[in-house]
Every structure is written in C-alpha cells, then in structure tokens.
C-alpha cells in the first residue's frame, strides 16, 4: 500500500459520500445549503473521516457502511470551523486560500449553516444504527469536548498561561475530535476493547501532534502554502506551545508525539501501515 | 385534572430534570455552564417539554423515562433562541425581562454556549436508547426543519412577502418543533401510527397558533408582560401574520387552528383533556 495514493483514493470516496449527503443547493432554502456546500468544499483534507475509515478497516470492518458516521465528522469539524471564524470568535477573513463563510455569504447565515451542518451530522450518525456512536460523537463536541477547549481557548487568550493550560486547550479543542474518529471506526468495523484502547490513545496523540505543529506552522509557515496568514496566533495573543514552551521544545514535542503514536500502533503490524506513516507525514506538512 | 395545576407540576419536573441534565457550574469550564444555565433558567414556559411528556402519557407512557427526551427539546429551544438573539441574527438586548446571554456574557460565549446546548441535546436523546427519537429530532432541527425557517425569516426581513410564505416561515421556525415534542412522546410511550399521525397534525396546528399569538403579542402586547420591547417585528421589518394578513384576519386565523387543534384530539376523549385545554389558554396568554 502506498499511503499518499490511500488518502489521495479515500479523499475521493469522502467527498464523493458528502456530495450525497448535504442537501442539493436547488433545494430550499437555497443559500443556506449553497452555504453548507461553499465551506465544505472549500479544500478540506478529509483527516478525521479518513481516519474512521482506515480504523474501521484495521479491526476488520468491510464496505461503505463507515461512510455516514465518517463524513459527519467532517460536518463537525466544518461547523466548528464556521463559528470559529466568526467576528465574535476569531474574526478570520480567509480558510484554505478562499473567503471564510462569513465573507462569502453573511454572519447570520454563517451561523445558521454551522447550526444546520451540527444537525445534520447527527442525522447521518442516527442513520449509522448504532447509538453508542450517537453519544461518543455527542460528548467528544460538547461543553466538557471541543467546546470546552474553545472557550479556554478563548479565555486564556492575552494573558499567561502555563503549558498544562495550553495542553488542556488542544487536547479538548483538536485531539478528542481525532481521537472519536478512531473510536466510532473501531465500534462500528466490531473492533476489540483492546484494539478500541489502542487506537483512542493514537488519535489523541495524533490530535495533540497536528495542533503542535498548526501552532508552529502559524509562525514559520507561508501564508500561500496555509491559505491564511501567518502570525495570526501571535496577533491574537493565543496560548500555543510554541508562546509557551518556545520554537525548540515544541518541535521536540512534536516528534516525542510522533514517535508515541508509531509506537502504539506497531503491535498491529501490517494492517496498521496507514496509521504508522501518518504521525511522520504530518509532523512534515507545510499547509 | 385541573391543567393549570398539571402544566405547574410537569413544569417543575421538567426544572428538577433539567438541573440534574446540565454540568455543574463548579466544573470546568465553568463560565460556559454558568452562561448554559442562565439560559436554561432565564424563565422559559417548558412548553415543548411538557407537550412531549403528556403526548407520551397519552398514549399509555409511564413514569420518568421520557425526561431525558422531553428536555432535550428545551435546551434545543434554548439553543436557537440564544443564537436567534445574537447582534448577527435578530440582536435583541432582552428575553423574558433579563439581559439576553451575549449581553450578560458575551458574544464568543453566547455562540459556544448555545452549541453546547445543541451537543447535549444529542447526549440525551442518545440516552433513551432510541434511535428514531435522534433521527426525528435532528430532521425537524436541520436545514429543512426550524434552520430552514430562520433562514426563510432572515431573507424576508423588509421586503412584501406573500401569505403562503409567512406560513412556511412559522411552519418552519416554530411548528416544527412543536410537532416533533408531540411525535417524540408518542413514539417512546408506544403509541399507534394513528395516534401518531393525530398528535403530529395536533403539534403542527399548535405551533401555528403559538407563532401567530406571539406575532400578536409583539404589536398588541405589554412589553412588561412580554419581558421584551413591543413593536420589534415592525422595527426589524419582520414577514408576520398581522403583516401580511392584518390583524383581524390573523386573530380569525389564530381561532380557526385553536378550534382545529382541539376538534383533533377530541376522539381521544379525557385522556386528552389537557391537549383539549392548551389552545384556549395560548389563544388568551398575555406574555
């Protein structure tokens, strides 16, 4: 298996599934679903369905059955987007190269699309059959998730913080949405407890290891590679590892994760050279 | 059964539940369930919780497993109403005579905390172990649902709308809604296709009559008893049904879907008689 070639086809077989799943732009009300179309197609890598997928294959999961509860974590993931980068939040004018949705459309209905892509993802997770994956996705996105890391985020933001708080923040805001794909890959394929054990503890390290080097790359990236400017944290007085732990130790950091999260998956062997491959092509990423 | 007596005792029910339903205050982070719980406590009527539980005991329902469902209705109604509130969408400085949550908080929070709200909804609908009560929920929510109303809502804003366009605003927006707490009570307590099919028409008609009664309200209302300025429709150049019918029409109108309401449920006999009472007393509510 060729890893870039398996992201390069399931990115395919994702955005081929979302297509499906969000209402036609014909449908009314029109610019609402125009809306929820402009941002989910904006360029996403697909990362969290992906990784559903190849952990629903991994513990022997078979065929397209993993699609729905897959592209609602990118439903989730888009919709955080949306209101992340409202004026009341992070007041961003670009994502991926292109308008943020606010920009493109308006704020009132950027808000709404957020709202009508969290709806429905639990719609395509209800369609799963399996309500644990209802509550695991409900409670890793909830006030005590990724909305909790985001208040903290917001709340540590222009004042000093400890690494310990900065920890808190990407674990809640980034790695549990990681780690849940992991999760419901492995509940809905029949995984093992222990295979189940395994791999949450990878897609958190994953999760922490991609924010890492998103804070890094908001400081020595290329605004062109990025698709939005750089120093953006700094400008905004973010707590990142880099502001608290310095340029060095982050990137240390980094690689610690990295070579943690191989480590973990390399008792599955073969069937895990996807997951293997992953840490070391995201601590290289440039945008 | 005297319904006042029953709506005031259900109420505190649906209090006492929903206490035990939020996050603690104390736990982090802790601004975000203070600012949840503002919300959730700021007076609301428990209208849709209420219908949900006595839809379930209509149909033969027992006891306290329809809580964890009927209150997910409110903090979905909570949800909205906080993002509907927000400067992008309606900007209203008051709800129910208290400052509105981005006013006592602030925006950012406002936004996050009414996400959470609808993540947790989800959290307890999963809890009934129901997969339909999910699916249904999350249909009457999305961009076909109450989304696709106030979207409709936010395009009709200063422009002449037809009558048949207000209706699929509020048939949207707010009987939807509505519908689904009827539908979710049936479908727990075991109720029949036919009973289903009554107690939706029911929640439909309901929900019509409480939006034109508060399109109503909002010109001839006391703002004291409102716990809101009168006249913010007209000012925000709203699609109502005094608008676009007048106000002798929408109060003929508001009387034929009371009567419609009540000539539905009639077969039910006593078992229905707070569903036969409930028209009359919204038709007459004063805030």
Known sequence: MDPKAYLEEKRKIVNQALEQYLPSPRKRPRRLHQAMRYSCFAGGKRLRPILAINSFELVGGKGREILPAACSLELIHTYSLIHDDLPC????????????????????????????????????LASTGNLRVVQEVSQAIGSQGIIGGQVAD?????????????????????????????????????????????LSRYGERLGLLFQIVDDILDVEGESGELGKPVGSDQRQGKATYPSVWGMERSKREAERLAGLAKKGVEKFGARAEFLYWLPDFILTRRG
């Open 89 to 124: 939040m992070d007041d961003d004018d670009l994502r991926r190269g292109k308008p943020t949705l606010h920009r493109a459309f308006d704020e009132g209905l950027a808000l709404l699309a957020g709202d009508a892509l969290h709806a429905l993802a639990f719609e395509l």
């Open 154 to 198: 917001l709340e540590a933001e222009n004042i000093d913080v400890s690494p310990r708080e900065v920890r808190y923040i990407h674990l809640h805001k980034t790695a549990a949405l990681f780690r849940v794909s992991l999760r419901i890959g492995a509940i809905l394929g029949g995984g093992s407890s222990e295979e189940l054990i395994q």
